[in-house]
């Protein structure tokens, strides 16, 4: 589901046009997956 911005958020999307970060992955999401992808490559 999705989340509403901050006021923060707001106000650098009206300055710069967009906003960043925006997390996508969890640090064990990205962990889990980068493991699997070098267990590919050996």
């Known amino acids: ?5 901050s006021d923060v958020q707001l106000q650098q999307y009206a ?3 967009y906003v960043h970060p925006i ?3 969890t640090a064990d999401e990205v962990s889990a997956g980068r493991a699997e992808i070098e267990a590919f490559e050996v």
């Not at 589901?1 to 911005?5: E, N, P």
């Open 1 to 5: 589901m999705g989340k509403r911005l």
């Open 15 to 17: 300055q710069d046009g």
């Open 23 to 25: 997390p996508v992955l």
